[in-house]
């Protein structure tokens, strides 16, 4: 009668253990697919969540923060931009031309005569000036070009213009009811004021000689063309303003021209 008994509590150990063999593998086909399955970029609570359910041994290292990627490519630095600007002296495609690494262009700044500020002390003017290009516009099967103007309390060097201290015309334009209206007094200038303008070296000094305010808005082409004339090149050195009038519209074109002082004549 007690060998019978024993029998019986054998074979019931028997179920209970293929239980725990059961419960192991799964556990373990568990922690595989997690480390499998699961991608590198999971949050990091949901590896705190997984493991709390697991035991010190099989927890999942948390990964370091994931990287953010920048919106923009990044920039060189010197050595990588030396680099590359240095190859290209080797180019013959380069036709012998100058070639400026960019550590020697961030040294250089703004180069001899190119304006850096503006200084009118008649209408208590004291503005920063950066150069600015333009953008072609299409007329009558025609290319021509607009000038770009800041958009932001700053006068605008048109960049093919001349520069300080030499023959030539050096156009500056500003916006005069918007973006700072940085040219908004100009039309305030009479023809001996001063206009002062600087580069990265040095002050030039100017005298108003001229101010012109021309109809432009729904002007045929040709009107247009010859209003802009005041700003193009010319054999005598001269500084050019350019703006809008009048300051509730924009259908006229302002031009103020100042000219080198001359040696002897008062300045206001």
Same mark, same amino acid.
């Given at each position: 009668?007690?060998?019978? /008994?024993?029998?019986?509590?054998?074979?019931?150990?028997? @179920?209970?253990?293929? &239980?725990?063999?059961?419960?192991?593998? &799964?556990?373990?086909?568990?922690?595989?697919?997690?480390?499998?399955?699961? @991608?590198?970029?999971?949050?990091?609570?949901?590896?705190?969540?997984?493991?709390?359910?697991?035991?010190?041994?099989?927890?999942?290292?948390?990964?370091?923060?994931?990287?953010?990627?920048?919106?923009?490519? @990044?920039?060189?630095? =010197?050595?990588?931009?030396?680099?590359?600007?240095?190859?290209?002296?080797?180019?013959?495609?380069?036709?012998?031309?100058?070639?400026?690494?960019?550590?020697?262009? %961030?040294?250089?700044?703004?180069?001899?005569?190119?304006?850096?500020?503006? =200084?009118?002390?008649?209408?208590?003017?004291?503005?920063?000036?950066?150069?600015?290009?333009?953008?072609?516009?299409?007329?009558? $099967?025609?290319?021509?070009?607009?000038?770009? =103007?800041?958009?932001?309390?700053?006068?605008?060097?048109?960049?093919? /213009?001349?520069?300080? $201290?030499?023959? $030539?015309?050096?156009?500056?334009?500003?916006?005069?009811?918007?973006?700072?209206?940085?040219?908004?007094?100009?039309?305030? %200038?009479?023809?001996?004021?001063?206009?002062? &303008?600087?580069?990265?070296?040095?002050?030039?000094?100017?005298?108003?000689?001229?101010?012109?305010?021309?109809?432009? #808005?729904?002007?045929?082409?040709?009107?247009?063309?010859?209003?802009?004339?005041?700003?193009?090149?010319?054999?005598?050195? #001269?500084?050019? %303003?350019?703006?809008?009038?009048?300051?509730?519209?924009?259908?006229? #074109?302002?031009?103020?021209?100042?000219?080198? =002082?001359?040696?002897?004549?008062?300045?206001?």
């Amino acid at each position: 009668m007690s060998g019978q /008994s024993s029998s019986s509590k054998n074979e019931a150990r028997v @179920p209970l253990s293929l &239980v725990f063999i059961s419960l192991g593998l &799964v556990i373990l086909l568990a922690v595989t697919a997690v480390w499998i399955l699961i @991608p590198t970029t999971m949050p990091r609570g949901v590896y705190t969540a997984v493991n709390s359910l697991l035991p010190q041994e099989l927890m999942i290292p948390t990964p370091a923060a994931v990287a953010v990627l920048p919106t923009q490519a @990044p920039k060189p630095t =010197v050595d990588e931009a030396v680099l590359v600007s240095d190859a290209l002296l080797d180019n013959e495609e380069s036709n012998g031309g100058n070639v400026m690494t960019l550590a020697e262009a %961030l040294q250089q700044g703004p180069r001899a005569g190119e304006p850096t500020r503006i =200084v009118i002390p008649h209408i208590n003017l004291d503005a920063p000036v950066k150069a600015i290009g333009a953008t072609p516009i299409q007329s009558g $099967g025609q290319t021509y070009y607009q000038w770009l =103007v800041p958009n932001e309390f700053v006068a605008g060097w048109h960049d093919n /213009s001349a520069p300080l $201290g030499q023959p $030539g015309n050096t156009v500056l334009n500003g916006h005069h009811n918007v973006y700072g209206e940085v040219f908004r007094d100009i039309v305030d %200038l009479e023809v001996g004021d001063e206009v002062i &303008v600087y580069d990265a070296n040095q002050a030039y000094r100017y005298q108003v000689t001229d101010k012109e305010i021309m109809l432009e #808005r729904d002007q045929p082409l040709e009107v247009r063309l010859q209003n802009a004339q005041w700003i193009a090149p010319t054999d005598d050195e #001269r500084v050019t %303003l350019v703006t809008c009038w009048p300051y509730t519209d924009n259908s006229h #074109r302002l031009i103020v021209v100042a000219k080198p =002082v001359t040696v002897g004549r008062a300045t206001r």
